[in-house]
């Protein structure tokens, strides 16, 4: 067997090994390795979400700081754009009775029991007890 053979074998193995660490996800993958195995490993592998650029060198002489530097600039434009996507979806929903920012409606509809912490500052407890009675404590 070749060596170019054997690499895509490889690369096939670890692909079925993310897979299942992967599952249904859709998070994005972003490549690190000697510049000549991403292209190889793009080719294989059957997730859909892999960044096109990757982390190209060896990784292992990067200090964790230097790699995630390094994957935040890659990464952060998908993540700003799903952002976006999200927040243009609920724009959109917020004219509508689709779609609310009040927090007893979100619960009641989910209906759900816990409690809410919304940001760091700000602690709403709302518990649902059976789902059409709302009980909140600011």
Excluded at 38 to 48: D, G, N, T
Excluded at 82 to 93: F, I, P, R, W
Aim: charge should be negative; include cysteine; glycine fraction near 4%.
């Amino acid at each position: 067997m070749c060596l170019s053979m054997r690499i895509e074998r490889y690369l096939n193995l670890l692909d079925t090994g993310l897979k299942e660490i992967f599952h249904e996800k859709q998070a994005p993958l972003i490549l690190a390795g000697v510049d000549y195995l991403l292209p190889i490993y793009h080719r294989v592998s059957e997730y859909a979400h892999i960044m096109k650029e990757g982390i190209t060198g060896s990784p292992e002489h990067l200090r964790p700081e230097e790699f995630q530097e390094q994957a935040w600039t890659i990464v952060e434009p998908y993540i700003r754009q799903a952002m976006e996507k999200v927040v243009e979806q609920y724009q959109q929903l917020a004219v509508t009775a689709k779609a609310t920012d009040n927090i007893e409606e979100i619960v009641a509809a989910a209906g759900v029991q816990h409690d809410y912490h919304l940001r760091p500052d700000v602690t709403k407890y709302v518990s649902v007890d059976p789902p059409d009675q709302m009980h909140r404590r600011d």
